[in-house]
């Protein structure tokens, strides 16, 4: 069990009991680089020293912007060191967005990756009165710049260092001030409703998030992961920054996001935590490339998996095995299944956790049956982990079972829900509110219990099912109820499909859909097909694409009672873009944002027209701004026929 102490205490326990454990790997222009706990320990005594020298004092903010590289995880264990918050920046985000960020968590000092990161940051430079300094530590390209105010990760260092040879116990005297209840991190929300707003979180917190884990999985020391989301991410904050520091994990960064795959092929990791468009990036990874194989690998390919079905989901599920499927299956190990494990470089996977928002089960049952545990992991950031699939079997269509909160933290996790079906926390860490907003926690807490604000059901076995958010949860001129992120994830699955929005409210009589296309799978499917076609509006408004549109729709309709069925869709001609403010960071999408962009095809849609001509304000690549024209076709589904085994959770709230 972690004992309850700050991050940076227990990094002092850990690196004097073993300096010489590995504990990070990064690859860095082709070559894998390793770092002990003694090294990360100098690293970050190092910088947090340094930081100190630059007058960054304790309850200060410090800001850090960049991908998942050491330098990253280490500025922030050096914040921690000295009293400090941090708030961690999605790599891709704006200046706007930034300078919104560092407005409203007090930013002192921005810790940037490169030149790109460092030049949003002079971009807003004026505009962020409490930001004193910025540093970088990526010098590509920044032989030119000097300003005041701008320092290079590495002279930081050095300085630091150079404090350290003045007062050898400096950093420990430092870092013994801290206390659990310090506030470590301040983790923005994705902002689908408005405004992120920054949710406080302790290092009691992150401690009680990490022993969560650990005691629901077994993970053991030394074993590999590779952080890929963001730590902008709550998640990540548990998994990279706090396991992967603590237990310790061996935590692999990789050499860029484009990497990413190959690099998790190289080191066949065996602990991997992926958002839900991760997951389905991946499924569609391995449908679209059967796409370009010939009739007989398809085939083959096929057999496998169905295989793999019949055996791994059913022993997931607790259905009988078919003999025949049991003596097939070393064979089909041998010819699909072990194969396609080896190209994801899943061979040696040990744990596989998705998690951040919901997926369609058919997603997991695929990784299933080639012979990936998938496993579904469900929290808040307010609260933190809840709950996690624990076992060899459990319901792909529930969360999963309660996790266990960190004796110190303060009382066991409970849960009941209430009468509106909303689900309700207590015990744990807890929430201790969002920054800046002190009334915060008197208007999410009532007699002790958090309210999520998560619309759930309940399994006769007593597991919770996640429906929507219940801001989200939609109802027709009928009366009827339909949660949209429900039916969404189950059309995600597609390999075509890589966004939906569905459509429909009190005023509307039944429900549409706007469908983002995904350009790499669509467009290989329809040079198989010969179908010819320019750019992403060209292929979206091809008759032949809504004809497979159509078809998945038809597919997925079928499971769905009928209310809940998309009658009308068609498709953006464009792709969605979290730059234009219709995705969040974490590619969720701004559902209100969207309805206001494309409400002349909504209500086209609903008013029974065909097609309706849209002109798009767009932003491109190299920051110029102009204006999309397209004619959007609008589609009828081919009506299915009434389904006797509609989802059980749809019919609970319907």
């Not at 920054?435 to 998560?454: F, L, M």
């Not at 801001?471 to 075509?496: A, C, H, K, V, Y």
């Not at 060209?538 to 597919?555: C, F, P, T, W």
Request: contains cysteine; proline residues 5%.
């Amino acid at each position: 069990m972690l004992p309850m102490r700050t991050i940076p205490q227990l990094l002092l326990e850990r690196a004097s009991a073993a300096p010489d454990r590995l504990v990070e790997r990064h690859k860095y222009r082709g070559i894998w680089r390793e770092y002990t706990y003694g090294d990360v320990l100098e690293k970050v005594r190092s910088f947090a020293l340094g930081l100190d020298a630059m007058g960054i004092r304790r309850g200060e903010t410090v800001a850090i912007i960049g991908e998942n590289e050491p330098e990253n995880f280490w500025s922030e264990f050096a914040a921690f060191s000295i009293g400090c918050k941090i708030v961690s920046l999605y790599p891709d985000i704006t200046a706007d967005e930034i300078e919104y960020l560092l407005n409203d968590s007090d930013a002192v000092c921005l810790v940037a990756q490169d030149q790109e990161q460092v030049d949003k940051g002079f971009a807003i430079l004026d505009r962020v009165p409490h930001l004193r300094q910025m540093i970088y530590w990526d010098d590509t390209g920044m032989w030119s710049y000097r300003h005041e105010r701008l320092t290079p990760f590495e002279k930081v260092v050095e300085a630091g260092r150079a404090r350290h040879a003045e007062d050898t116990d400096l950093f420990r005297r430092l870092v013994e001030t801290g206390r659990p209840d310090d506030v470590a991190v301040l983790s923005y929300t994705s902002g689908t409703t408005g405004r992120p707003k920054g949710v406080v979180l302790t290092h009691r917190y992150l401690v009680d998030n990490g022993h969560r884990v650990i005691a629901a999985t077994g993970i053991k020391p030394g074993m590999e992961y590779l952080t890929y989301i963001a730590p902008a991410w709550a998640t990540e904050q548990f998994f990279g920054v706090t396991i992967g520091l603590l237990l310790p994990l061996v935590v692999n960064f990789p050499e860029s996001p484009e990497e990413v795959l190959n690099n998790i092929r190289e080191l066949a990791v065996e602990v991997m935590v992926f958002a839900p468009r991760q997951w389905e990036s991946l499924a569609a990874t391995i449908q679209g490339r059967m796409l370009d194989a010939g009739r007989m690998r398809r085939a083959i390919y096929a057999w496998g998996v169905d295989i793999g079905h019949k055996v791994h989901v059913a022993r997931l599920e607790g259905k009988p095995i078919p003999f025949g499927a049991r003596l097939a299956l070393p064979l089909a190990e041998v010819l699909v299944l072990k194969p396609l494990r080896d190209k994801l470089g899943l061979t040696r996977i040990k744990l596989a956790l998705c998690g951040g928002s919901t997926m369609a089960p058919d997603v997991f049952r695929l990784f299933h049956a080639i012979g990936v545990p998938l496993r579904n992991i469900y929290g808040t950031t307010e609260i933190g982990l809840l709950t996690l699939h624990q076992g060899d079997r459990y319901n792909l269509e529930t969360v999963g079972h309660w996790l266990n909160a960190h004796p110190e933290s303060g009382a066991s996790l409970e849960w009941k829900v209430s009468q509106q079906g909303e689900l309700l926390i207590r015990g744990g860490s807890f929430f201790q509110g969002y920054h800046k907003k002190p009334d915060s926690v008197a208007q999410r807490v009532e007699e002790g219990w958090y309210r999520t604000g998560d619309a759930v059901s309940v399994t006769d076995g007593g597991e919770l099912v996640f429906l929507e958010r219940l801001d989200d949860l939609r109802q027709l001129r009928s009366g009827e109820r339909f949660p949209p992120q429900f039916i969404e994830t189950r059309l995600r699955f597609s390999p075509f499909i890589k966004d939906i929005m569905t459509l429909g409210d009190d005023t509307r009589d039944y429900i549409g859909a706007l469908i983002n296309i995904d350009m790499s799978v669509v467009s290989r499917w329809a040079e198989d097909r010969n179908i010819s076609f320019s750019t992403f509006t060209d292929l979206s408004q091809k008759a032949e694409v809504a004809e497979l549109m159509r078809g998945e729709i038809a597919r997925v309709n079928t499971f769905l009672p009928e209310h809940a069925r998309v009658r009308r869709f068609a498709n953006f001609p464009k792709e969605l873009d979290p730059d234009e403010g219709e995705l969040t960071r974490t590619r969720k999408l701004r559902r209100e944002f969207l309805a206001e962009r494309y409400a002349v095809l909504i209500e086209a849609m609903y008013d029974g027209r065909d097609d309706q001509k849209l002109d798009i304000a767009v932003t491109y690549q190299d920051g110029r701004k102009g204006t999309l024209s397209a004619h959007v076709a609008i589609h009828d589904v081919v009506k299915g026929g009434k389904s006797a085994n509609a989802a059980e959770p749809l019919r609970a709230i319907a």
